[in-house]
């Protein structure tokens, strides 16, 4: 209670502060029965609640192994896909054997990226790069989103450190943090050329995920090494 000369006031009453609804997990939409089959597939990433059951494409037809289970629009219109756990597995297989196969290459490969890179190409860069960590290409709109990749690599994700070496260090596909330390000279060289004298947010390489792709040679993805 508050006094004045001229008499008191009681505070004005507040209206109960109501509990947060509880966030409902992504899958909740659908039945218990598609929920345990979605379970035993291994699907692990599933619309958010907010997504009607009713937008969300639900393909069981013929080989659940070799094809998108589910398909929908997230909230900014992308579209998104899910693939079983086997699915991922025999990709996992592929791509494998497929790194096998070109493993006696990769030298010869990683040798043509260092010399176009050397020259001037942004997509070679990029390239070769990606040939000594390990790291994905990226994608525009991934990027617009916070999720970042070689191509798309800001300054702000590069430290020069005093001994010449390069560490990269941002967030990527899934939210994920990626780390990668670079020593090869001419690679590091390369990068710090790159981002000099440009400001933090500013575009460390001009060339595209689909300039990358190109400047692979046949039969060779960014994501093989």
Known sequence: VTCFPHGCASPAATAPTKPAAPTKAPGSQFSAKEQAKFKELGLKKLPLASVKASDVRVNMAGDVNSHAVLTWRDAKGKVQSEYTAA????????KFARVQKLRPKLEGIEADLRKQALA??????????????????????????????????????????????IDLKYIGKAGHENVAHIEDKEVAKLVQKHVKGKKPGERV???????????MPAGVHPKDF
């Open 87 to 94: 699915f991922h597995t025999k990709n996992a297989v592929a």
């Open 205 to 215: 390489f001009e060339a595209n995920a689909a300039a990358v792709r190109r400047a």
């Open 120 to 165: 001037g190409s942004d997509a070679h860069a990029i390239g070769l790069v990606i040939a000594h960590t390990g790291l994905r290409v990226g994608g525009e709109d991934s990027a617009a989103d916070g999720h970042f990749g070689v191509s798309t690599l800001q300054a702000k994700h590069v430290t020069v450190n005093r001994n010449g070496t």
